[in-house]
Antibody, heavy 119, light 107 residues
């Protein structure tokens, strides 16, 4: 059973960098698929952030690209997100997900972690 | 970016009703369309991928159809556990984009 678990600080100050990690169990990241970050501001819809393959190939949302760094650590079977220069608009629940290449659907998700940007 | 527009934004229905949600893409996405169900405080759950393929473990009362720019999610007989928000998502191109969601509420 594939499981994903997000971790990281729940509170970040404005202008600082948000850092999250997604630990994957039940599947080796090195075996394939893309691995993604998606966020959801409170009471709002879903926004795709970025995607990474085990080789390091990445895709980013242009609306966030200049602030986003996504990376993978195959030795720890986890991948990470850094979002710099955060503002209150970055307050959201952040989800990690597996991006299945059969039809590019998000088939496994983490439970999500709320990150609040506040001084 | 491909814009995804769902309608309606919300609906009220009774247990046993047939429910239809539509999703329109701003350009053709062939059949690269996925549907998710989200309950409060939970992650989205994949229901249908590639427009009409039912994800393993999803009840057969859920079905999807469409191609090109117009897609439909149908729940044939609404059950109490189906009250939730539903999202469509295109996987034709980057950036991946979602519809704004359709909230299905109890009448």
């Amino acid at each position: 059973q594939v499981q994903l678990q997000e971790s990281g600080p729940g509170l970040v100050k404005p202008s600082e960098t948000l850092s999250l990690t997604c630990a994957v169990s039940g599947y080796s990241i090195s075996s394939g698929f893309y691995w993604d970050w998606i966020r959801q501001p409170p009471g709002k819809g879903l926004e795709w952030i970025a995607s990474i393959y085990h080789s390091g190939s990445t895709y980013h949302n242009p609306s966030l690209k200049s602030r986003v760094t996504i990376s993978v650590d195959t030795s720890k079977n986890q991948f990470s997100l850094k979002l710099s220069s955060v503002t209150v608009a970055d307050t959201a629940v952040y989800f990690c997900a597996r991006h299945d290449s059969s039809a590019w659907q998000f088939d496994y998700w983490g439970q999500g972690t709320l990150v609040t940007v506040s001084s | 970016d491909i814009q995804m527009t769902q309608s309606p934004s919300s609906l009220s229905a009774s247990v046993g009703d047939k429910v239809t949600i539509t999703c329109r893409a701003s350009q053709t996405i062939t059949r690269y369309l996925n549907w998710y169900q989200q309950k409060p405080g939970k992650a989205p759950n994949l229901l249908i991928y590639a427009a009409s393929t039912l994800q393993s473990g999803v009840p057969s009362r859920f079905s999807g159809s469409g191609s090109g720019t117009d897609f439909t999610l149908t729940i044939s007989s609404l059950q109490p556990e189906d009250f939730a928000t539903y999202y469509c998502q295109q996987s034709y191109s980057y950036p991946r984009t979602f519809g704004q969601g359709t909230k299905v509420e109890i009448k």
